[in-house]
T-cell receptor
Framework: AQRVTQPEKLLSVFKGAPVELKCNYS??????LFWYVQYSRQRLQLLLR??SRESIKGFTADLNKGETSFHLKKPFAQEEDSAMYYC????????????FGKGTRLSVIA | NAGVTQTPKFQVLKTGQSMTLQCAQD?????MSWYRQDPGMGLRLIHY???????DQGEVPNGYNVSRSTTEDFPLRLLSAAPSQTSVYFC???????????FGNGTRLTVT
């Protein structure tokens, strides 16, 4: 069964410090992985997906198949990065929707 | 484009009442889904649809019904509301099986 684990419920960092939000997945095939962000009381928005290999708002994420991880990183945190972050997995085949982790709340302290 | 539109934004129900949460998308997406968001639980899939006339259950389907008579609309019905259904509900649509989801703004439901 597909499963996404985000081990930290809350991560607090100081402004300017590096950020790493952890995501591990369980899936036997080759998954498509995503990071979504939800700012206070807003809709979830796609932040990035591993297949595009983009850097959005300074965030990057690398798929590590050996460690089954897709950690989200940013070298220098900004106050506006404070939000809820969800890692999600889509099976490479099939019609089922994304499977989400439980989310990590990032709080950037000025 | 409006994207995914959910109504209402807020709703308060008494235990036992019924209601329908509306969801509409204008992107001609075949796939649509409903999630509920609860503190510490993340997003949990309630029901989803892979096309008009086709629906399937997700992780937490009990107490909810769905139908998909058109590509655009995917309403979620609560037959007899319970306090455990107090949550924020998100509707989402996507183009194909590994495409990103587009979310609505959510409906905040309180059942007293």
């Amino acid at each position: 069964a597909q499963r996404v684990t985000q081990p930290e419920k809350l991560l607090s960092v100081f402004k300017g410090a590096p950020v790493e939000l952890k995501c591990n997945y369980s899936y036997s095939g080759s998954p498509e992985l995503f990071w979504y962000v939800q700012y206070s009381r807003q809709r979830l928005q796609l932040l990035l997906r591993h297949i595009s290999r983009e850097s959005i708002k300074g965030f990057t994420a690398d798929l590590n198949k050996g460690e089954t991880s897709f950690h989200l990183k940013k070298p220098f945190a900004q106050e506006e990065d404070s939000a809820m972050y969800y890692c999600a997995l889509s099976p490479y085949s099939g019609n089922t929707p994304l499977v989400f982790g439980k989310g990590t709340r990032l709080s950037v302290i000025a | 484009n409006a994207g995914v539109t959910q109504t209402p934004k807020f709703q308060v129900l008494k235990t036992g009442q019924s209601m329908t949460l509306q969801c509409a998308q204008d992107m001609n997406h075949e796939y649509m889904s409903w999630y509920r968001q609860d503190p510490g639980m993340g997003l949990r899939l309630i029901h989803y649809s892979v096309g008009a006339g086709i629906t399937d259950q997700g992780e937490v389907p009990n107490g909810y019904n769905v139908s998909r008579s058109t590509t655009e609309d995917f309403p979620l019905r609560l037959l007899s509301a319970a306090p455990s259904q107090t949550s924020v509900y998100f509707c989402a649509s996507w183009r194909r099986y590994n495409s990103p989801l587009h979310f609505g703004n959510g409906t905040r439901l309180t059942v007293t």
